[in-house]
């Protein structure tokens, strides 16, 4: 039998191999989870200081998106 990583794990995974900043939504496609999962999972990971985050404005309209890296 496998080993389950948790989702955790497969969010520090994901940007250690991408190795750049990456929003709540192409973390949670990435690791086929719901982007509410991811975001709260982002979250706790920056609570814990293993993650930053920071929220950016898109170029266009008013709205806004989390970015997430390796400290």
Known sequence: MGETKSIEQLILDVLRKENKPLTTYQIAKKIGVS???ANTYCYKLKDKGLIRGEEKSARIGMSKK??????
């Open 35 to 37: 982007w509410s999962t």
């Open 66 to 71: 989390m970015v997430w890296w390796i400290k």
